[in-house]
């Protein structure tokens, strides 16, 4: 039995569909206040028959920080696909992305040895890797430390992920770039569509590496089968700017395109009134330190080892924007 946790998120949800179409048998761990509405609308672009494959899913309420319930999670599983995370650029939720991120991933992998797991995978970020200026960034970067609360968690969660390889756990990491799909429109590239849709005057500079959720999944899947463990892969179709990237979606929802780069300077200035609105309003600061870098950094990211390890052919970043496009207008 295959255990996944995270199943209410973007790439979980893809998953637990390409995994209950082949009729494999699943539990999904959900924690408590997580709607599994969202895992039967990522159903329903996929198949008329949505209801029946999502009932095809055991899902079971638990934490990854609670070990009794991990315990019970565990029951009769041979192979785990650990995709959840709290994802945030804010200094603000740090201690809650050490607590799901770091914490979380080390009893997964505690369970994992304890229970003699036969295959696990672990989804981690481009962002838990580290950057070269003007160099295309591969699995050898040595990690550097940043401002990034996120990639920080995430890298410190990967050391756990290698501690249980090292006490000889089968297991592999993913580092998926810009994942783009549907079905979540508040969240990551969704909620970047749904800005986009609102209307922008600006567009940020930055490049940065874009890959379809599907790829994301079938690539997980297939080191899983091919039994290729004790490996990290970077996990991106295409290096696009953001700029492109935000064009492609505007041209695809018939909007207009912004005209207007954002200089750091005016996105500092931005900052700066953003921690003013939350200090005087006592509301969540919606920019950080952490955002301006990521939208400036100009970095392109190897899909060499992937590639080579899978022969493996990557779906069209293009390709996938319209469908995700397409499904955005259904919402």
Known sequence: MILVTGGTGLVGCHLLYSLVKENKKVRALYRKNSKTESVRKVFSYYSKDYKKLFDKIEWIEGDINDITSLDVAFKNINEIYHCAAFISFSNQDLNAMKKINVEGTANMINCAIDKKINKFCYVSTIAAVGERKNIMIDEECKWNENNNPYSKTKHDAELEVWRGISEGLNAVIVNPGVIIGSGFWKRGSGAFITQISRGMNYYPPGTTGFICVKDVVKIMRDLMDKNIFSERFLLVSENWTQKDFIFSVCNHLNLKTPQKK??????????????????????????????????????????????????????????????????????
Do not use: G, P, W
């Open 262 to 331: 954002a200089s750091k300077s005016l996105m500092i200035l931005a900052l700066i009134l953003d921690a003013v609105r939350s200090f005087f309003l006592n509301k969540r600061r919606r920019l950080s330190s952490a955002i301006i870098e990521s939208s400036h950094s100009k970095n392109k990211y190897s899909n060499k080892k992937i590639t080579s390890a899978l022969d493996y052919k990557f779906i069209e970043i293009e390709k996938s924007i319209k469908e995700t496009c397409k499904n955005y207008k259904l919402n």
